[in-house]
């Protein structure tokens, strides 16, 4: 993992991405581990496989604004961050593929339902990660937009219930994209008259924040390492608040870059 999360920072860096989350880590416990360019934060499980585990790497400019750190399970996590504007908590997951079972996913998402409830009005809130579900094309009131690929599943009904009771939408259909900019798995399987490409990955924002998001899109053979595209959103919030000494750092950041972020697996 150590090669992985070199190559990893260095595209972090190439596409000046300040929060980066990642899926299917499979790094054993919980806790926080300084990087050659910043920190990382990682939830993962207690058991022998180390199947999964979630983690967000931050730069180190980004890391002086973190509020709390909260793992949950190898699943889950919530990353709390004071920004000059308001509290932006950031939930990481990977949920359960295809072949796990609905008690499986019914888990999951109760612990998503738990992070949430660990938020407050008015604060930013963004969830991001491998949410192996098909959401498809065509809008769907609020939540997904005209640009998504392909036909939903039932795990993607799943996701789209979730984003309706929790007031987000999902991001990645927002924008219009060529298609090689919106799928963020390629099978193993894909070949030349032969494409199986999906749209699973997702970053979910709250339907308030919506004017704040500038872009979403993948990026197509990054040096990762995974059969994953990074999705990448730009987020920029204008008239912050007067900030502290320790945050106005945060502040320059957010005000001439904005937010990036992509999830890995």
């Known amino acids: 993992m150590a090669g992985k999360l070199a190559n990893v920072e260095t595209e972090m860096r190439r596409m000046q ?3 980066l989350g990642m899926s299917e880590v499979r ?3 919980s806790g926080k581990q300084a990087t050659n360019n910043g920190v990382i934060y990682y939830s993962g499980g207690t058991d022998t496989f180390h199947q999964y585990g979630t983690a967000i790497l931050v730069s180190k400019d980004i890391d002086r604004s973190v509020m709390e750190f909260i793992p949950f399970n190898d699943r889950v996590m919530l990353l709390k961050l004071q920004t000059t504007h308001r509290t932006l908590n950031i939930i990481q ?12 996913v019914e888990d999951f998402y109760s612990t998503l339902e738990e992070a949430m409830k ?24 609020d939540v997904v937009g005209e640009y998504g690929l392909g036909t939903r599943n039932a795990r993607g009904d799943k996701l789209i219930q979730f984003c309706v009771e929790s007031n987000l939408f999902i991001a990645n259909t927002c924008f219009k994209q060529h298609p090689r900019r919106l799928y963020t798995w390629k099978s193993p399987a894909d070949k030349k008259g032969r494409t199986i490409r999906n749209l699973i990955d997702f970053i979910l924002v709250g339907q308030e924040l ?12 990054a040096d990762v390492n995974s059969d994953h595209n990074p999705v990448v959103m730009d987020f920029r919030m204008r008239r912050f608040k007067r900030s502290l000494k320790r945050n106005q750092l945060l502040q320059s950041t957010l005000e001439n870059c904005g937010y990036r972020m992509y999830t890995l697996k």
């Open 118 to 141: 660990l938020t407050k009005k008015g604060e930013i809130n963004m969830v991001m990660g491998d949410f192996n579900a098909k959401i498809g094309s065509g809008r769907e009131n």
């Open 210 to 221: 919506k004017k704040y998001v500038q872009s979403v899109k993948t990026y197509p053979g």
């Open 17 to 19: 991405i300040d929060i």
């Open 27 to 29: 790094w054993p416990g």
């Open 93 to 104: 997951v990977y949920a359960p593929t295809n072949d796990k079972s609905d008690a499986e």
